[in-house]
T-cell receptor, first 114, second 114 residues
Framework: AQSVTQLGSHVSVSEGALVLLRCNYS??????LFWYVQYPNQGLQLLLKYTTGATLVKGINGFEAEFKKSETSFHLTKPSAHMSDAAEYFC????????????FGGGTRLMVKP | DAMVIQNPRYQVTQFGKPVTLSCSQT?????MYWYQQKSSQAPKLLFHYYDKDFNNEADTPDNFQSRRPNTSFCFLDIRSPGLGDAAMYLC?????????????FGDGTRLSIL
């Protein structure tokens, strides 16, 4: 069975500071990993994904994530936070060869202080 | 742009009064999903359609039903809404057999129960 753990349900940073949102997964098969962002009263928007190949993945809005198999992690980072980054972030995993069913982490609410 | 559209964005119904939420897609994806999302929680999968094949999650209440008359449309019916059914309902789509591809989400319908 797969699982996803996001450490920290709430993260607060100052505008211009580094953003680090943590995600650890467990999977018995090579996973495909996704980060989604959800703004208030909206659906989930894909930020980035890791499938195969380069382990450092760049996404939209200046975000990137690095797949580290040895640490079973897929942490999301952004060098400099912007007020518009305030949102809920979800890490998710699918099984490598068994369809698109997503297993979500519990989510992290990012707050950005001026 | 190809997209997933949910109507209405906000729905208010009375306790026990049936309600239908709709989802349409222009992506021509053969898998459609319905999720329930409560405040500060990750989306919870209710069921999904693989083409016309309906797949219910084991813990989805019988009060929730779904219809998919064609590839483009999918409906969520709540037969007798209770106060606990107040939530955001998200529709998503994906291509079957491509687990490295993300799910595409609509903007959701926020359901309130009076």
């Amino acid at each position: 069975a797969q699982s996803v753990t996001q450490l920290g349900s709430h993260v607060s940073v100052s505008e211009g500071a580094l953003v680090l949102l943590r995600c650890n997964y467990s999977s018995s098969v090579p996973p495909y990993l996704f980060w989604y962002v959800q703004y208030p009263n909206q659906g989930l928007q894909l930020l980035l994904k890791y499938t195969t190949g380069a382990t450092l993945v760049k996404g939209i809005n200046g975000f990137e994530a690095e797949f580290k198999k040895s640490e079973t992690s897929f942490h999301l980072t952004k060098p400099s936070a912007h007020m518009s980054d305030a949102a809920e972030y979800f890490c998710a995993v699918t099984k490598g060869n068994a369809g698109n069913m997503l297993t979500f982490g519990g989510g992290t609410r990012l707050m950005v202080k001026p | 742009d190809a997209m997933v559209i949910q109507n209405p964005r906000y729905q208010v119904t009375q306790f026990g009064k049936p309600v239908t939420l709709s989802c349409s897609q222009t992506l021509n994806h053969n898998v459609m999903y319905w999720y329930q999302q409560k405040s500060s929680q990750a989306p919870k999968l209710l069921f999904h359609y693989y083409d016309k094949d309906f797949n219910n999650e084991a813990d989805t209440p019988d009060n929730f039903q779904s219809r998919r008359p064609n590839t483009s449309f999918c409906f969520l019916d709540i037969r007798s809404p209770g106060l606990g059914d107040a939530a955001m309902y998200l529709c998503a789509t994906s291509r079957a057999g491509a687990s490295n591809q993300p799910q595409h989400f609509g903007d959701g319908t926020r359901l309130s129960i009076l």
